[in-house]
């Protein structure tokens, strides 16, 4: 199971009060678009935790990639401090400081580093801190770095050249993620616009000429088509925000 530092913790509560804020915020102003009502508030309720989950799924994502480009940096600073002559652990420490100053803001690649370090002072093996390491995050390229750099440490193999090639893969389809994303920006961009869009149309309409959405409100007829309007909406918006994820 991960752990998280007490940073970690406290930076992750606070972004998921924000999304829970934004997610009421739509919540109301679905239920006064739609309904002319804040008693469809609880009705909407569900729609809370689609949000939430989203929410959450999006900032993994983001972490996710965080990781890798924290991971790669990381395999490269190894490999120089290697290269300096520096012992297995003694590397380890010297680019976990460096990769602080890399990346000030932290994040899970630092917090397990300095587990690993403050394990490797009670004298336990870089290769076993490595293998729980790779066991905690289920991806291809630690795991793939992990194997081969235990590999290549219990047969006396060069460990410069093992990073440098896991090194090299990894900017590989890191590079070829930025070249996907590049081509989907433009469209992340229009499906963003096209999200917004009825929205901002109903609510120039609501405040502008509020008249004419009297019937739509106050029928029965018009409660059930305004329901329907709604769900089309919503799952457009899931569908569209799927269209443009894309994994490697």
Known sequence: MKSFSMPELRRIKKEQILDLGKGLFLILLFAWLFYDSFLAVPLLAPLLLVWCRECAASRKEKEEERFQRMFREWILLLSSSLSAGYSVENAMGQSYRELVMMFP????????????????????????????????????????????????????????????????????????????????????????????????????????????????????????????????????????????????
């Open 105 to 248: 803001g932290g994040g899970a690649m630092a917090d397990e580093l300095r587990d690993m370090l403050a394990k490797l002072d009670n004298n336990q093996r870089p290769e076993q801190l490595l293998r729980e390491f790779a066991g905690r995050h289920a991806s291809d390229e630690v795991e793939s770095f992990v194997e081969v750099f235990c590999t290549a440490r219990g047969s006396g193999g060069s460990l410069n050249a093992v990073i440098r090639n896991t090194a090299g893969q990894m900017a590989e389809i890191m590079d070829t993620r930025r070249e996907i994303g590049t081509i989907l920006a433009s469209k992340v961009y229009e499906q963003k616009i096209m999200m917004a869009m009825p929205s901002a149309v109903l609510l120039y309409v609501r405040i502008g000429s509020g008249e004419f959405l009297k019937g739509l409100y106050h029928t029965t007829a018009g409660v059930l088509v305004s329901s329907v309007c709604l769900g089309i909406y919503l799952s457009a918006c899931l569908l569209g925000k799927r269209m443009v994820r894309f994994e490697i």
